[in-house]
């Protein structure tokens, strides 16, 4: 057949496929349930549009001051609807997921106040944000302490810990949504619902703050429809849709927002500035494709679990569990085997799959590290991209895929490369 043909032209085998399509036969219920999600979630995308009249206007740029941006100021208002909030910040000027959490927090918090984490440790980046790491302008340097209650050993909320550890100066609660590169499980939005009504419910005037990275649209719901005072994430991650080629977004209670907008530009100017420079269509056709994008890098993700998963290797999430965010990872076991599934996701890209990528010394880590990423926009995330650092367990992190069709023709390349290498020994297939 004509399809088969075409993946044996990507050097895919017969054997491989025939493998993966056993598989994927299987998963045809799960991959109903996650369009769904998508159908419901393209609906309250096209219905904040409708609410907030967009229209063509909103696509023309502004340049210096970018006083009376409509086009942003429509983008905000589509968003704060969207995620259920009053108020939305996003903007190309915020360059960066990392950056949109920093503004969040230099915003809200103060000298003598405290900031607690009662889910473990932060993403890595954050780790200098905050001070955990010594850096220059950290939120120590400004008298800003910080404290940290870790998951229970089984991944529950440790919540004796967290009462113990809420005091007189706690003023802001983050609360990581995605396992990041950790390997603690991704929180459910129900969870971390549960975990915030607990905290109000020792001080109701704590803020509480979701790092909402990857989990944009893998559920229905939001932190923010939970009681989380602010979202936080990156516009080259879910939202942006892969069209979005910068920024990232706040959105939440008025004034939390409003206090993030006063560290992001100055007091006193706040929302009114900050030109969109012509970004705002793909800002606003990124975030109305963000919902079938997402369902893509889902079903990915999931057929790649349970491809390795019947090979004998470990993954987290496992084939069967319930997902909320989009990052899949594989224990591969050895050097050869992250390398190969990274050349293997490279070669499936439609930039740069004439690269092979290798590992090297990355500064900041402890090991060497390979990454594949042949994506429209440098550094995306919600594109097809793996990494991994050559060190034990020999894990590799993968995340993403425009369309289902590209997740899945990148999951089949990784699998052949391991093949072609003499690295699976199983006899399943
Ligand atoms: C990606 C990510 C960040 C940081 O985003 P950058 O855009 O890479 O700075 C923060 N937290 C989590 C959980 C992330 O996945």
Not at 179 to 201: D, H, N
Not at 256 to 277: F, N, Q, W
Request: aromatic share 8%; hydrophobic share 40%; net charge negative.
């Amino acid at each position: 057949m004509e399809i088969e043909q075409m993946y044996q032209e990507f050097g895919i085998s017969r054997q491989v496929l025939n493998y993966a399509l056993s598989v994927e036969r299987e998963l045809k219920e799960r991959f109903a349930v996650i369009d769904e999600t998508a159908e419901y979630n393209q609906m309250k995308v096209i219905q904040a549009m409708q609410k907030a009249r967009v229209s063509d206007i909103h696509f023309a740029a502004t340049t210096g001051y970018g006083y009376n941006d409509l086009g942003r100021d429509v983008l905000e208002k589509v968003y704060a609807l969207v995620f259920h909030g009053e108020s939305g910040l996003v903007r190309p000027q915020l360059i960066s997921g990392t950056h949109a959490l920093h503004v969040a927090l230099s915003g809200n918090l103060r000298p003598g106040d405290e900031l607690l984490s009662p889910v473990g440790k932060p993403y890595d980046t954050l780790e200098e944000v905050i001070g955990i790491r010594d850096s220059v302008g950290s939120l120590k340097e400004y008298g800003i302490t910080y404290r940290q209650v870790d998951l229970l050993s089984d991944g529950s909320f440790d919540f004796e810990g967290i009462r113990k550890a809420i005091n007189h100066k706690t003023k802001l609660v983050t609360i990581q949504r995605s396992k990041g590169y950790a390997t603690r499980p991704t929180l459910s939005v129900t969870q971390i619902g549960e975990l915030i009504s607990f905290i109000k419910s020792i001080k109701k005037e704590i803020i509480c703050m979701v790092d909402n990275c990857y989990g944009e649209f893998v559920e229905r719901i939001e932190p923010t429809d939970v009681g989380a005072d602010m979202i936080v994430g990156s516009l080259i991650k879910n939202p942006g849709g892969g069209l979005a080629s910068i920024g990232g977004y706040i959105v939440g209670r008025q004034d939390c927002i409003d206090r993030a907008s006063y560290r992001l530009s100055a007091p006193g100017l706040g929302k009114e500035v900050g030109a969109s420079l012509g970004l705002n269509q793909s800002f606003f056709q990124g975030l109305f494709l963000a919902p079938t994008v997402v369902a893509g890098a889902i079903k990915g993700a999931i057929l790649a679990a349970n491809l390795y998963e019947r090979l004998g290797f470990s993954v987290v999430p496992d084939g069967q569990e319930s997902r909320h965010d989009i990052i899949q990872s594989v224990t591969l076991g050895t050097s050869e085997g992250v390398i190969a599934f990274c050349q293997g996701i490279q070669a499936a890209a439609p930039v740069d799959s004439f690269v092979i990528p290798e590992p090297w010394d990355m500064p900041g880590y402890d090991a060497p590290v390979i990454m594949a990423a042949g994506a429209f926009v440098q550094g995306s995330s919600i594109e097809l991209s793996a990494d991994a650092p050559i060190k034990e367990p020999y894990a590799v992190y993968f995340q993403g895929g425009l369309t289902w069709y590209h997740a899945k023709l990148g999951v089949l390349m990784s699998l052949q490369k391991l093949v072609d290498a003499g690295l699976i020994t199983r006899k399943t297939f």
